[in-house]
């Protein structure tokens, strides 16, 4: 199960990293940019981009996030760059999270679950469960099929994400529940590990919500979005492990791919910068962790 | 804006159907199977289908709802069929929704913004609001500035729709508590028609909590999925309109796309079965709204 294997890249490069590749043109330095602004020259300077920060990170972090917005902007150009840069990373041996947030019903959420777990290179992807479970277990049926997984938004992080997930539902809050069913949903997916395919997107900057989901889902591994650029920290994020450094991955986008334009990265090209900011990621997480007891 | 043309384009049909292109390969009769089972093969017959269908239908029915993830699965091809289906669909004069129920934060919402409501021809699109209004205001922006709308997901058809819908928030369900923010969001955004470019996706099967709804948000447009193929009849939809026969749009899909496989439309091409269809719907639901006192 791909959930066991997520454990195992972390355990082998001690950094519990997701490099998540939000490549907007922003990020690129000016050897990247695009001579024209098509949609085929734009994907094809983000693919090559894409490619040179994975060569880069592949050795010290487990997995990728491919966020599928910034390539869907740009037609079926960006949406090959979005593939082809999930099958480049497999390839280099990462593990591959397809951040598309899908949600719908039967037959509907059946030809997303075939689109992104059953052909794409992806090995986790993110789900939206405003639908209830009729909208999940067609994702579960092919997790199930292929070994591979699921997260669920549960506890997003951003400023507004409470609007509707801290309602209060009857003395719990609805991310609380939306979390109960994910567990539940999960149980029979769970690997060697004590991990299920079936995880939660829940946010670095509700620090005291992940703590105690941490408690609340021992068998829910966790997507951790927030830290760096939304401004969580790394003791923020360590609320989310468990005592042997597993249960979470921390997702950096921004922070990675606009390291080269970081003064404590200067002179480096983009793809060192971005290896760096990946290793001094992991030097944050590990003290944190420290802190807490957990040792890799 | 595409809201009030929306309800001109119902009144100058006396249709408010909108035809669902869920376009799937079992919907298509022998003649549009593809010879071999490629990517682009696929997207071609299907595409070849839907522009039949549009011919079909464009005269009869105000607008077509373009589901995303039927073509999703068939990778690049796919995409670039939903998008071509959608222009045709636009250049036959038909008003296009885009079914994605698309939903992130920041930046990475901007970009689905970006995709569908700035660069496609949809005119409307769906999104899912459980990030809160983080994840709204960059399509309220895109509608402010196209005139184009959003349908956020309030009240879903499916079975399982209730099981986070219906939470009891404080006297309120979860979805009326969606409904007061989409209406609220929608405030500024408001046609002649006096609907909303901000609508609400309620489904049909569930007819008492849409006939609250409909007196709850008097601005908020309805796209009404259920109809048909989920159970529910045009008794069930007519509670969805306000007095002038305006106010919801209601979704067909396999109804539509396979009514060349039913007795009663036995003879005829898929696109006349289609177009048969669209005015046995017409009737039924007008027939509906008679028995409410609602004429065109």
């Known amino acids: 199960m791909k959930i066991d294997r997520l454990c195992d890249a972390i355990r082998a490069t001690k950094c519990p990293a997701c490099v998540g590749l939000d490549t907007e043109l922003s990020h690129l330095p000016a050897g990247y940019q695009p001579k024209e602004q098509s949609d085929s020259v734009i994907a094809a300077c983000v693919f090559r981009y894409n490619c040179d920060i994975i060569d880069a990170i592949q050795d010290v972090a487990p997995c990728v996030k491919v966020q599928a917005a910034y390539y869907e902007q740009y037609g079926p150009d960006g949406m090959r760059c979005f593939l082809d840069t999930m099958a480049y990373a497999k390839d280099k041996g990462l593990l591959v999270i397809a951040d598309v947030k899908r949600n719908d019903i039967g037959s509907t959420a059946s030809a997303y679950a075939r689109a992104y777990v059953e052909k794409s290179a992806a090995d986790f992807i993110t789900v939206n469960a405003y639908l209830g479970i009729d909208g999940v277990w067609p994702f579960l049926d092919s997790c199930a099929n292929t070994g591979k997984g699921i997260f669920v938004l549960v506890k997003t992080s951003n400023p507004s994400g409470g609007e509707f997930q801290d309602l209060d539902v009857g003395g719990l809050k609805l991310y609380e529940a939306v979390a109960d069913?994910?567990?539940?949903?999960?149980?029979?997916?769970?690997?060697?590990?004590?991990?299920?395919s079936v995880g939660a997107v829940v946010g670095a900057t509700y620090p005291a919500e992940a703590e105690s989901l941490r408690k609340r889902l021992p068998h829910t591994f966790f997507l951790v979005p927030g830290y760096g650029a939304q401004g969580a920290g790394a003791d923020d994020i360590a609320v989310s492990f468990d005592s042997r450094g597993l249960g979470a991955v921390v997702n950096s986008?921004?922070?990675?791919?606009?390291?080269?334009?970081?003064?404590?990265?200067?002179?480096m090209a983009a793809p060192q910068a971005a290896r760096a900011a990946v290793l001094?990621?992991?030097?944050d997480i590990g003290r944190a962790l420290n802190k807490r007891g957990i040792a890799w």
């Open 181 to 196: 069913k994910v567990a539940a949903w999960g149980q029979e997916l769970i690997g060697a590990s004590g991990y299920s």
């Open 280 to 283: 001094d990621m992991k030097q």
């Open 253 to 267: 986008s921004r922070a990675i791919l606009t390291a080269w334009k970081k003064p404590q990265y200067a002179g």
